[in-house]
């Protein structure tokens, strides 16, 4: 007989060792699932499994990875891969903050390539699966500086890579989820405010130091944001903006974009139809 704990699946849950990563373990540990979690530093990931194990059981397995780097990809793209994955969860990424002609070009490749290249490929490793057992779900967790636009540094970070990444995560969820209607499987992507993580008080790509999470003791708790995304995923949300007031604006935006998308001329289907005769 197949356990309540089998039916709901595993969820490999990327950026797993503080703040919104380890707050969705935990809920979906919580909530039956088995968890993978993946992050870098292998200390916390063991500190984490331990934890959730005992307080949940189930299996809780770490998975020590750089995503950044193209074995620690491979090593999660093919984890993901797995008949018992349900959910796919990619959170891990860097900030990169600073004003773009001074920045490292080593960091910006590795803000993108953990911001865009990660969630992309472990998107594609984890799709066939999906579709093909009839159920699951991918978060992408994106950031709400993702619709910062032209706002100008002050009060907001220099942010032009990590923003644009961001901007990058929405476009392709979004475009995803409309290309899935009519499957089992959602594509979701969070796009939280600030949050009270260490995600802030990381020093360029070094994770901090020490086996215990830190807060920056400003923001929505990484617990209250994980909470709305997984209401927004059983309400079929698309875009989940924590802590949105007046709901209503995320239609708002989809209509300024299709007043845009026709505002020159011919509606955008006819411009990419393909020719006939």
């Known amino acids: 007989m197949t356990s309540a704990r089998e039916r709901r699946g595993t969820a490999v849950v990327t950026g797993a060792s503080a703040g919104i990563g380890l707050a969705y373990a935990e809920r979906l540990a919580a909530t039956g699932h088995d968890v993978v979690l993946v992050a ?76 865009v290249t990660a969630p992309t490929l472990l998107t594609r490793a984890a799709l066939p699966g999906l579709l093909a057992r009839g159920r699951g779900a991918v978060v992408n967790v994106a950031s709400l ?18 923003a644009g990444s961001k901007g990058y995560l929405v476009t392709f969820s979004r475009i995803l989820a409309a290309e899935l209607v009519g499957t089992p499987v959602q594509v979701q992507v969070l796009c939280p405010g600030l949050t009270d993580t260490e995600f802030h008080l990381v020093d360029a790509d070094r994770p901090l130091a020490g086996r215990e999470p830190r807060s920056s003791g400003r923001g929505m708790a990484a617990a209250d944001v994980v909470d709305a995304s997984l209401a927004g995923l059983a309400a079929d949300e698309t875009v989940c903006v924590p802590g949105l007031a007046d709901p209503a604006a995320v239609d708002r935006l989809l209509a300024a974009e299709a007043g845009l998308r026709t505002a020159a001329g011919a509606p955008l289907a006819d411009r990419y139809r393909p020719a006939t005769g």
Not at 83 to 107: E, M, Q, R, S
């Open 40 to 115: 870098r530093r292998a200390d916390r990931l063991a500190d984490l499994a331990d934890r959730l194990r005992r307080a949940y059981g189930g299996t809780v397995t770490p998975l020590t990875a750089d995503l950044a780097d193209p074995e620690g990809l491979a090593a999660v793209a093919e984890r993901v891969t797995g008949d018992d994955v349900t959910h796919l969860v990619n959170n891990a990424g860097i900030n990169g903050y600073g004003p773009f002609a001074g920045k490292d070009p080593g960091l910006i490749a590795a803000v993108l390539a953990l911001n």
């Open 145 to 162: 500086l993702a619709f910062s636009g032209a706002q100008p540094p002050g009060p907001l970070p220099h942010r032009a890579v990590y």
